[in-house]
């Protein structure tokens, strides 16, 4: 069950990450992404998260990695040794950097970035998020500052 809801959600994932960087951003495109892509990611996380914290699915932790919880390194440890929650904690990474890269890419859209330009940081938002979400952030700064100064001189 784990390998085929794995399997799914990296594919799903990379369904909505093809329409994000190659389709025409149209208001459906983005709804796409967002509903069938993020909410989808999200409420299988969700159900997936519930079915394992209340013991009804994954009961198969490693008998020395101790008491599954958020509260040490220990229990987080605990969590992603079993394929539950290796798949539950891969979708929660799946859906948010989706979620970033459709931010970015309304963002970069609203700012006048083309589609060159917003490429390279939407496939490292896709392969490393943070870095992608950190060079956006970046990127943008400088272009809003460079914008400033350009209205203060005219």
Not at 39 to 47: D, G, H, K, S, V
Not at 59 to 74: K, L, N, V
């Amino acid at each position: 069950m784990w390998q085929a809801l794995f399997a799914f959600t990296n594919i799903w994932a990379m369904l909505a990450w093809v329409l994000l960087v190659f389709f025409p951003r149209k208001p459906l495109t983005y709804s796409a992404c967002l509903y069938l892509g993020v909410a989808l990611l999200c409420l299988l996380y969700t159900a997936m998260f519930a079915l394992v914290l209340g013991g009804l699915a994954d009961p198969h932790q490693s008998a020395s990695s101790g008491t599954p919880s958020f509260s040490s390194i220990e229990g987080v440890r605990a969590f992603f040794g079993s394929d539950g929650g290796v798949v539950i904690g891969w979708t929660h990474y799946l859906a948010f950097d989706l979620f970033t890269g459709l931010w970015i890419s309304r963002d970069a859209d609203a700012k006048g970035f083309g589609r060159i330009a917003q490429a390279p940081i939407l496939m490292l938002t896709f392969l490393v998020g943070p870095v992608g979400l950190l060079s956006w952030l970046v990127l943008r700064e400088r272009a809003a500052r460079r914008q400033a100064r350009a209205k203060a001189a005219a």
